[in-house]
């Protein structure tokens, strides 16, 4: 059932000549469009070692995201990946050592209302051996202030017990690369930190970064394990932000055992508003499932 929210900006939407469609080209991608502009591209080809979200979109199109940039080729537009599963980098791509694949294995769902939603299955496969299934579902409603997502992974161990780790890289988590001209930005978390030295690492209910006029806040779901989490943030040399469950600490799987991770992202134009980012925490904590 569409929540109050939803319906709201369907009706709307539909009022103004709006319509939220799926285009999935096979094998490579399903862009989601709002009255013909694309609001995301979900990127599940099995050439690539992760599926992702790129570009993620202002409501009037423009990308807010980078894909595989040469400083950082692993970086690829709005993500989940971990640096230590099991001691395997599922993170990187090219650096030294030993590397896992997140490989899309079929859609559960793909629909187009209320809501775009989007549900995959991912295997976490390295060394010919599986070491998490994922389900993953993106919703996305038709934009009203800004482009919203509901990003939600569930990740089960398989044959044997699984430790997620961030290791020296505290940046796990869902995580995202800002286009250049974003770089040097600003940042505006929900204990009303606004430098990047103390936002990072502080735990939080939400981070937003922003820069040129455009921003993308994470919002941590009270339901997630470890709630408020810490945000990792950086603008030099470049814009990244990430909602990092282990920036401290690791999850220990037993075998057979899940864990479910709930985020909500928003891309708007202008500068984040503490007062509008905290109403939709509260409103999506209240709604979100």
Known sequence: MPTRREFLCAAGFAAAGGRLRLLDTKGEKVAVTCGGTTILEYRYSTARPKSYIHPLCLADGRPVTLDG????????????AWSEVNGIDFWGET????HGRIVHQRFERLREAPAAEIVSVNHWIAEGKLLLVERRTVRAPPPAEGVWLDWTSELRTAGEPVK??????????????????????????????????KANGEAAAWCAYHGAGAGVAFFDHPGNPRHPNAFFVMNKAFGYMSAAPT??????????????????????????????LQRRFQSWSKEAR
């Open 69 to 80: 940039p040469k400083d950082h080729v692993h970086h690829r537009g709005l993500m989940v």
């Open 247 to 276: 920036f401290r600490e690791p999850f220990d799987l037993a075998a057979g055992q899940s864990i479910r991770l709930h985020w909500g992202v928003l891309a708007f134009s202008g500068e984040p508003k503490a007062e509008a």
């Open 95 to 98: 650096n030294p050592g030993r």
């Open 164 to 197: 997620l780790a961030a290791g020296q890289h505290v940046y796990n988590g869902l995580g995202i690369r800002f286009i250049p001209a974003m770089d040097g930005g600003g940042v505006l978390n929900s204990n009303g930190t606004a430098t990047i030295e």
